[in-house]
């Protein structure tokens, strides 16, 4: 296997505040890896730099050897919300096609290969629609197949699942590692979701609270045919999901973390009445 993505050393700051804190990993090609971490601590900020879309403070990011310094050609993104990132008023083909337009590619070929994406994710016969047409779900399909139609050597994925209901996303998660498979594509997806790491990753790369920095990077040890019912049963998803939830917060669920933020929450405020009191 080669490596497909190095980042070394790698700090962003927005002005005084530090977000993200001497990242190094790499992932290697045809791998799926994901990075999961609370909500703020600063995955987007670290996708935008691998991206090329934001030039980090320090360090530096690799895609096949060479030095990212502005958006890679062959690099996809597919960010979380899709009804911003698809154009209304072109056909569902032509968004896939959109990207290639500035390839050497005749309008044929650039036709068929859109074709073949849209028939990756299951969208064959949905090509003359316009986006507002379809269903969140199938939106967010055309993204995919949009940033699969220009064969990334590299698919950067931003919490892609996070606006669609739980069903359609069980539904995409399974596409999109049928898909990658399929294909053999290298792909790294940012969530905050401890299950949807573990589900889909081939690898697990945990982040701390902000600043941003790698508290673990775990092998998901899982069969790569996964299936939503027995493998989520499985002892060793359940041991890794309990792993990654430990090293994120201590154990707790996302209700539990909610129920102590705002009892916290209620405890400073009671603690502020007296003062505020007194001073009336
Ligand atoms: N352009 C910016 N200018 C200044 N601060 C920013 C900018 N973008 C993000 N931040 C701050 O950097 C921190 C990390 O933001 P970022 O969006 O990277 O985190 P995240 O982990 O992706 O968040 P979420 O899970 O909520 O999507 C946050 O405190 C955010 O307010």
Redesign the pocket.
Known sequence: MSTMLEVNGLNHS??E?V??KDLNFTVESGQLACIV????????????CIAGL?KPTGGQVSLHGDRVTGVPEDLAVVF?DYSRSLFPWLSVRSNVEFPLRWRDMSKADRRERAAEALAAVGLDGVGSKFPWQLSGGMQQRVSIARALASRPALLLM??PFASVDAQTRFELEDLLRRVQREQGSTVLL?T?DIDESVYLGDRVLV?SK?P?SIVADLAVDLPADRDQITTRESAEFVKLRGEVARLLHGGLSDEELAARDLAEAEAAERLAEPRSKEKL
Request: glycine share 16%; net charge neutral; hydrophobic share 30%.
């Open positions: 927005y002005g505040h977000v993200a971490g609370p909500s703020g601590c600063g995955k987007s900020t670290l996708l935008r934001l979380q931003d919490e940012v905050h982040l902000s941003a």
